[in-house]
């Protein structure tokens, strides 16, 4: 082949290599167009489940330590019916907002392994809201 273009007019010499020159081109756009999709697969994919499960997570965590420190001030044999009434009201304000975020968490899809944690999960969690008195929920 090459030894054909030596027989070609530098004008059809020139068309030969822009034709080459826009295959090579095209064959780049291609590969990048392919890369940036699947990049912003990945991305969208991480933002959506990934980041959206850690802050389901995160809230759940939260209402825990809310639930954990309100129990704790329950113990204090000084606290006032009305202060009580205060910390049993966050204690359900916790559990609800547990609750959603469980709900949130559980429609995401997960890899296997995300799956045994959440049952994991999910025992020692119903565990400790069974330990919860029932006043507060």
């Not at 780049?28 to 999709?37: C, D, H, K, P, S």
């Not at 990945?42 to 489940?49: F, G, N």
């Not at 704790?72 to 907002?97: G, H, S």
């Not at 959603?100 to 999910?122: D, G, I, M, S, V």
Request: hydrophobic fraction near 45%; charged fraction near 25%.
């Amino acid at each position: 082949m090459v030894f054909r273009l030596f027989g070609l007019s530098l004008k059809e010499r020139l068309l030969a290599a822009f034709l080459a020159v826009a295959v090579v081109t095209l064959l780049v756009a291609g590969i990048g167009y392919y890369a940036l999709e699947h990049a912003r697969r990945a991305i969208r994919e991480a933002d959506y489940v990934r980041l959206s499960s850690a802050r389901s997570m995160l809230v759940i965590s939260e209402a825990q330590t809310t639930i954990k420190l309100a129990q704790r001030l329950l113990a204090n044999d000084r606290l006032t019916a009305e202060n009580r009434q205060e910390l049993y009201d966050v204690i359900a304000q916790c559990w609800k907002r547990a609750a959603e975020a469980w709900a949130t968490y559980q429609r995401l899809p997960k890899t296997k392994r995300e799956t045994q944690l959440a049952n994991q999960f999910l025992v020692v969690w119903s565990e400790s809201r069974s330990k919860t008195p029932k006043s507060s929920l």
